[in-house]
Structures are given as C-alpha cells and as structure tokens.
C-alpha cells in the first residue's frame, strides 16, 4: 500500500498572495496516481487534481498546480492568487486513496 | 447529474446499538468507497465496493461491515456502536475503482454515539 505524509497541520495565506502545500508519498508501484482533495467547512470533500506518476509535466487546474518531484516522492500543491473560498482542509491522497493527515489553509482578507 | 447521496446527514445512537447509513453514488458509477473521519485519526479507509464485491478492506474490527446492492447503491453497518465509533462518515463513488480518477465524495453522515 502507499503511504502518504503531510507535514505541515496548518497554514494561512493572505488573499491574493501564493501559497504552497507539501506531500510526500511512499509506493513500490512504477505507475500511479496521486490527489489533492479540497474539504471545505461545509465538509463535501472535492477533487482539486490530480497527477499521473507517468507524466513528466505538472498538472494544472486554473490557479491550482502541482510540483510533482518523482525521485524525492514530492507532490506539492501551489495555490495561486488565493481566494477567501480556497479555506479549508486539503488533503493529499495516493492512487489506493489512503489519505495525508490533511493541511488546515485558512486565507486571510 | 446528481451527486453522491448519503442518507441520513445526521444521526444520534446509545452504545450498544446497531446502525445502518446508506449511499447512492452518481448515475454509473460502480465502485463504493467508505471512509471514517475524526479530528484524531484523520480519513480512514473502511472499504471499497465494485459491482456488488468487497474489493479492498481497511484496518476495522468485524463490527463494521457493508454490502453493495445491483444497482451500485451501497449500505454501511456498524454493530454494538461504541463511544469512539463517533464520526463523520464519508462515502465516495467512481466508475471504476478509483486508483486513476479519483472519487467524488457525498457529503457525509454525521454519527454521534452517547
């Protein structure tokens, strides 16, 4: 099974400002897939990326990126021009869904 | 389309008791995952479904069990509840197992034991 660590428990951003969340992840598998999930205090969990191991480039979704560093087992999460909505827990996930212990973001007016 | 359906949002058991929490995932989609969320332990996998077979089990006694019905919709039981069965408990669907697309996840039921 894989492993995946989220290190920091809590972060916060000022609106409009950049914003970068850390993932590291362990798996034996050559080929996998990895998640960012976004948990909203309305709690609906929801899909914000995903990465496939196989891809060198960095999957992106609007001002939502990925710097996936596949020999450090990295896969970090860049939130760009932060919005008030983007507060919430956001959750690093691997391919067999085991899930980072999440990142409180709460962005700052 | 309509989303992942969990019913009910919202339910207060004593221990001892037995409960049963229902999921209906998006139109098509075959594969059921359940997942325990507390402040403490985080997500946890319970276990995934795909078309009507138990497909993966995470780490939970016997007292937590499921099924998944012909038409993908899925039900959850826990047995004798217990004080730290407490939770909010997530369901997610996708059209196959998830490894490669992801899940999308209802919006949960939240089980209080007292």
């Known amino acids: 099974a894989q492993t995946v660590t989220q290190s920091q428990p809590e972060m916060s951003v000022q609106e409009a400002e950049t914003v970068t969340l850390s993932c590291t992840y362990d798996?034996?598998?050559?080929?996998?897939?990895l998640f960012w999930y976004k948990q909203p205090p309305s709690r609906q969990m929801i899909l914000v990326i995903r990465?496939?191991?196989?891809?060198?480039q960095n999957a992106t979704e609007n001002r939502f990126s990925v710097n996936f560093q596949k020999a450090a087992k990295s896969f970090s999460l860049k939130i760009s021009d932060s919005q008030l909505g983007d507060t919430a827990m956001y959750f690093c996930?691997?391919?067999?869904?085991?899930f980072g212990a999440g990142t409180r973001l709460t962005v700052k007016p | 389309k309509a989303g992942v359906t969990q019913t009910p949002r919202y339910l207060i058991k004593t221990r001892g008791q037995q409960v049963t929490l229902s999921c209906s995932p998006i139109?098509?989609?075959?594969?059921v995952s359940w997942y325990q969320q507390t402040p403490g332990q985080g997500l946890q996998f319970l276990f995934e479904?795909?078309?009507?077979?138990?497909?993966n089990k995470g780490n939970f006694p016997g007292r937590f069990s499921g099924r998944q019905f012909s038409n993908s919709r899925s039900e959850m039981n826990v047995s004798t509840l217990e004080l730290g069965d407490s939770a909010l408990y997530l369901c997610?669907?996708?059209?196959?197992?998830?490894?490669?697309?992801?899940?999308?996840f209802g919006s949960g039921t939240r089980l209080t034991v007292v």
């Open positions: 997610a669907s996708s059209l196959r197992t998830g490894r490669a697309n992801g899940y999308t």
């Open positions: 990465q496939e191991a196989y891809k060198q």
């Open positions: 479904y795909f078309s009507e077979t138990q497909r």
């Open positions: 798996t034996s598998e050559s080929n996998y897939y």
């Open positions: 139109s098509g989609h075959r594969s």
């Open positions: 996930a691997s391919g067999d869904m085991r």
